[in-house]
Nanobody, 115 residues
Framework: QVQLVESGGGLVQTGGSLRLSCAASGIILSINDMGWYRQAPGKQREWVASISRGGVTAYADSVKGRFTISRDNAKNAGYLQMSSLRAEDTAVYYC?????????WGQGTQVTVSS
């Protein structure tokens, strides 16, 4: 089992920045990829970014060049640095950790971007 706890969400103005953190606990050595998803009101949950255990990253087109995903395997943590935030980035952001068996989800953290 893997437990994930996100933090760092909040209210920010358009053009601002936020850094989300994800703390992992449990059978952490089994984690391969870590990632972030988001769900805006009335919309389906969408993938935002992911990072492999070795540090290979991938991003959705909507956040490429503005968001940076990273992880610290020694601290069992993942991060999402978000810059140049837009109103359409408003959503609940979820951290994920993928093992060979399944994907685990955190409880989510709210990010609200106001104009």
């Amino acid at each position: 089992q893997v437990q994930l706890v996100e933090s760092g969400g909040g209210l920010v103005q358009t053009g601002g920045s936020l850094r989300l953190s994800c703390a992992a606990s449990g059978i952490i050595l089994s984690i391969n990829d870590m990632g972030w998803y988001r769900q805006a009101p009335g919309k389906q949950r969408e993938w935002v970014a992911s990072i492999s255990r070795g540090g290979v990253t991938a991003y959705a087109d909507s956040v490429k060049g503005r968001f940076t995903i990273s992880r610290d395997n020694a601290k069992n943590a993942g991060y999402l640095q978000m810059s140049s935030l837009r109103a359409e980035d408003t959503a609940v952001y979820y951290c994920t950790a993928t093992t060979t068996d399944r994907r685990y989800w955190g409880q989510g953290t709210q990010v609200t971007v106001s104009s």
